[in-house]
Structure formats: C-alpha cells, structure tokens
C-alpha cells in the first residue's frame, strides 16, 4: 500500500492506555461502519511526529467477557492490517466494537471498512 500522505510515515504504533486519552479520541470526529465505529482526533504533541496511537473498546453490549475479548482480538487484527499504511501520524483512533457484527462480520470486508473509515475522517466528512 502507499502511504495516503507523501512524506507522512508512521513509525510507530502505540496502544492507547489512559481513560482520558479515550474520552479525547470520543470527542474527535467519528465515522459508523457495520462492524464498529471509528474515532479519531489529531494529537497536539509534537514529541512523537512519527506516532500512531490506537485503542479497543467493546461495551457489555457487545456480550459477555468471551464475546467482547474476541471482539477486541480482531479489531487489534484489523488495526495491524491496515492502520500501517492507512493511519495518519500525530493521530489518536479508537475502535469500538459492535455487539454481534464486529465478531461475525468478514474480515476482508471489515478491512474495506476500515479504510474508508479512515479515508472519510482525514476527508473531514462524517460519513
């Protein structure tokens, strides 16, 4: 794949850890697929140009700890796939999953999700 913005590489990724940096991500911009919701926020932190963080999230609406556990397992699977060359450094995702879509949902389709996802929130749409 190439990278959405010539010059832009990302480094590195880091998983998202601190409830505020969820609640900041929650307050960024958000685009809905079947399998999950995106959110996104651009960081104000210089020190980390190359850095991409991303974080999980599934409610107990999506099941029980068996079902959110799987849940969160492939949407870590996803972010591997596709945040590489899809993300933007300097930018916060959350990927919060569904209740039973995000489990059942194929995962080449839920790639597909995923970058366009991506694409409309760099786009500034909502959709």
């Known amino acids: 794949g ?10 590195a990724i880091e998983t998202l850890r601190h409830r505020r940096d969820f609640l900041a991500a929650a307050r960024g911009r958000r685009v809905s697929r079947p399998a999950f919701t995106l959110q996104a926020r651009r960081r104000e932190d210089a020190e980390a140009p190359g850095l991409v963080r991303v974080g999980y999230t599934c409610s107990r609406k999506v099941g029980n700890a068996v079902a959110r556990n799987r ?31 995000t489990a059942t949902r194929p ?20 959709k």
């Open 2 to 11: 190439t990278s959405p913005v010539p010059g832009h590489v990302v480094s």
């Open 71 to 101: 849940a969160k397992r492939r949407l870590r699977a996803l972010a591997r796939e596709v945040l590489p060359e899809a993300a933007r450094p300097g930018w916060d995702y959350v990927l919060v999953g569904r209740a039973d879509v």
């Open 107 to 126: 995962f080449d389709a839920m790639v597909r999700d995923l970058r366009s996802a991506l694409a409309a929130i760099h786009e500034g749409r909502r």
